[in-house]
């Protein structure tokens, strides 16, 4: 059984700062890619930033410059720092990764989900 675990979330007044980590745990044979997505009410889910398993990055243009994604190996687990945070921030982010796990024997990659964790920034 594989989980992804995120915490840090919380209320923040604009300019304020949160760190977001998501540990993946479960039966794990490789990790690749590591992403964090948010979801603001009654809009869709998008990708805020993006790590390769070789430490490439990629952000969405509005976080640029604010956010930083950062990857440990030996912990499996991801982390968003952001800064400078805008009541635009404000969302549900969740945390995918890709993984390499043993379905029914084989090893399989699949994408899979945080529970996700409520950022709230006040103006």
């Known amino acids: 059984q594989v989980q992804l675990v995120e915490s840090g979330g919380g209320l923040v007044q604009a300019g304020g700062s949160l760190r977001l980590s998501c540990a993946a745990s479960?039966?794990?044979?490789?990790?690749?890619?590591m992403d964090w997505y948010r979801q603001a009410q009654g809009k869709q889910r998008e990708l805020v930033a993006r790590i390769t398993s070789g430490g490439r990055t990629n952000y969405e243009n509005s976080v640029k410059g604010r956010f930083t994604i950062s990857r440990d190996n030996a912990k499996n687990t991801v982390y968003l720092q952001m800064n400078s945070l805008k009541p635009d921030d404000t969302a549900v982010y969740y945390c995918n990764a890709n993984l390499l796990t043993p379905v029914q024997g084989f090893p399989t990659w699949g994408d899979y989900w945080g529970q996700g964790t409520q950022v709230t920034v006040s103006s």
């Open positions: 479960g039966s794990i044979l490789s990790i690749n890619t």
